[in-house]
Nanobody, 124 residues
Framework: QVQLVESGGGLVQAGGSLRLSCVAS????????MGWFRQAPGKEREFVAG????????YYADSVKVRFTISGDNAKNTVYLQMNSLKPEDTAVYYC?????????????????WGQGTQVTVSS
């Protein structure tokens, strides 16, 4: 069974940075697609960033381009989300997701596996 465990969330002032981590276990993830999503209070979950292990391709929501960077360490089965220049509107629970067969449409939230989320709060 695949497990995804996020960490690194917390409280930060606007303009600050955080790095989220997602450790995956239970499979070999070299062919997986990995994604970060977020859900703010009262809003629907939305795509933030995604990558494919095999091709090394990365994708971002327009709202986070330039400010956020997704990366992965295959040897550690870990995906990171470096978040810079944080804004109050980035406040949300951030979720890691994995899909064993996807190579396209990483923004589509129909991933197979999900973590439990980590809270990010950005104060103004």
């Amino acid at each position: 069974q695949v497990q995804l465990v996020e960490s690194g969330g917390g409280l930060v002032q606007a303009g600050g940075s955080l790095r989220l981590s997602c450790v995956a276990s239970g499979r070999t993830f070299s062919s997986y697609a990995m994604g970060w999503f977020r859900q703010a209070p009262g809003k629907e979950r939305e795509f933030v960033a995604g990558l494919t292990w095999s091709g090394g391709s990365t994708y971002y929501a327009d709202s986070v381009k330039v400010r956020f960077t997704i990366s992965g360490d295959n040897a550690k089965n870990t995906v990171y989300l470096q978040m810079n220049s944080l804004k109050p509107e980035d406040t949300a629970v951030y979720y890691c997701a994995a899909d064993p067969t996807r190579s396209k449409r990483l923004f589509d939230e129909r991933y197979v596996y999900w973590g439990q989320g980590t809270q990010v709060t950005v104060s103004s």
